[in-house]
């Protein structure tokens, strides 16, 4: 394979020449840099990308940290924020952190080492001081790490009233919805779904049950079990609300009880992914807007890298509601 | 942020000491190393790993590449390669190459700029041709790109058997498949399923129409076009085989017309990813080892960028039926 010297041969011109042509650092003229690019055609040289990053700091690699990438939310925002990195010539990483226990620190490690030019993480495991103490590009995808890293969600506080309305709406009178761990320890914005879910019910004087969530578990096994534990009691229940994969087990299992939906029961999902679509019937859902979601966190990541500052940034996008055969009704009105 | 120059300085030890330490390049006593240490833990010295790399012409970074991280066996390979890449001290980027024309020839190309030590690859758009000339660590995940790339794949052609039997079995007359593209220009191995299910079919006498599939195409809104396309055929057909995704919307596609399943028509699946438990009921499916098939992926690529080459090699890993109430019979006997 050729090398830099190879091409700084055949072009005529020093070595520091073609150095100061590859990483522009420098003055080089039209007519030598025309031999240079002549050369490096000629020999078929590709430049070291590995020197080329250390002259200028960067890798050009940004990480994206995900508890499970099977899940279908996560999934989606991996394939979307994927694209949008790539347009902007940025490589994307990937972590599962749910089975890697330091993977969360070790990635956060990276940054500092200079593996990685950025962090994308919808991911929160650790204490949020050592959020604090880095100060380098990190963007947060539905988590409060601190006010220097950006927070790109969507209003979950309006998908938390719209889930709700639809229920009510369907006239439903005993509910029960899986809830987000409360263990992590400080709010997450998609906490506010779940609180305003209750708070709308209760302010209709609807029975509200709430069906905590394990913590950080994401993944298909979980959700089969507790579907079908929870599947038995929703006989006491006319009205049910989950993230998409926990509606949709929850749904089939209760089939397979012999309960007829929406008849029987109600179910409204929340992310609006392709599994909504793969029930019968379809689940009314409400519909996290992911492209939009990605892209704002590319744009934030890369102007984190380019050195702009935030404080206390929040980009919050709406979500819409997705009309299926798994409610009565699909009016959000009040 | 301290350098290697106060490392050095603190350590009372010269700049080519510590880096012939940090490189493992040379000499250095056991005496000196503890200073070292010790000088780099009280300054929190952290290597800069661009210099290291550039140092060991090693990024610690593989690529996978797929046409889709959405599409479910996608998401389960890439969760579970990056998991087996990791315990083995990689990276995983990925690239998701069917928004992207280029993806596929610019990973190849990041593997010769250093970029990436290694590329395991689930796509197949460029000629075989551009793969038999790089000469770098390459594996393929179902495609056949020359006799220098090893091959990881489960046993197409007894899936193929086994889905044909249990529709055989279960009384079928007439049956549908979704067939992958033929465009590819080299058979892959995929391609068994297909070719073996029709060949059974036809032995045993019963009617077979292949529907072939788009090329390269994996995403939900591409499936859902076809199953709403294709369910009113399947009025006139009993049996149906498909990639899960595929199958789930053409069976509740199908019950939306008022077709039961398994009564009126009875349908196996490929893949036995999370969703063949989603629907009611749920598919047989037959299921492919996608963690042994990550795990073998994971080590050959190490493999092959520790050095070691391989010609023709493949490997091939049973697949198994799982039973579902979507086929009256789930017997996979001749």
Chains 1, 2 share one sequence.
Not at 46 to 62: D, K, Q, S, V, W
Not at 238 to 266: H, N, T, W
């Amino acid at each position: 394979m050729a090398t830099l010297r190879d091409v700084a041969k055949l072009a005529g011109v020093g070595a520091g020449t073609v150095s100061r042509f590859l990483n522009e650092s420098g003055y080089v003229s039209d007519d030598t840099k025309l031999k240079i690019q002549d050369a490096m055609v000629k020999l078929d040289y590709t430049p070291n990308e590995l020197a080329r990053n250390l002259y200028h700091h960067r890798t050009g690699n940004i990480a994206v940290l995900v508890p499970s990438v099977t899940f279908p939310y996560f999934a989606r925002f991996i394939e979307c924020v994927e694209g949008e990195l790539y347009e902007r010539g940025f490589k994307t990483m990937i972590c599962s952190t749910a089975k890697q226990q330091n993977a969360e620190m070790e990635y956060l490690d990276m940054l500092k080492r200079h593996i990685v030019d950025g962090v994308i993480t919808g991911v929160h495991t650790l204490d949020d001081d050592i959020y604090r103490k880095i100060h380098l590009p990190i963007v947060a995808l539905d988590r409060y790490l601190g006010e220097e890293i950006p927070v790109v969600t969507s209003d979950h506080k309006d998908g938390g009233r719209k889930a709700a309305m639809v229920l009510i709406n369907s006239g439903c009178h005993r509910v029960m919805q899986f809830r987000g761990s409360q263990k992590v320890k400080v709010a997450s914005p998609y906490h506010e779904r779940h609180n305003e879910f209750e708070r709308v019910m209760k302010e209709h004087g609807i029975l509200i049950e709430n069906y905590n969530l394990a913590w950080n578990h994401h993944d298909s096994p979980y959700y089969k079990k507790i579907a079908y534990e929870v599947a038995p009691i929703l006989k006491d229940y006319d009205g049910f609300f989950a993230v998409d994969e926990g509606a949709a087990y929850v749904m089939s299992e209760c089939e397979r009880l012999g309960m007829k939906v929406p008849d029987d029961i109600q179910i409204v999902s929340y992310d609006g992914t392709f599994i909504t679509d793969l029930t019968e019937p379809r689940l009314t859902s409400i519909v996290q807007p992911v492209e939009q979601i990605a892209a704002d966190a590319a744009d934030l990541i890369v102007q984190r890298i380019q050195g702009m500052s935030f404080l206390n940034k929040k980009i919050v996008r709406p979500v819409t509601l997705k009309a299926g055969g798994s409610t009565i009704s699909c009016s959000t009105e009040e």
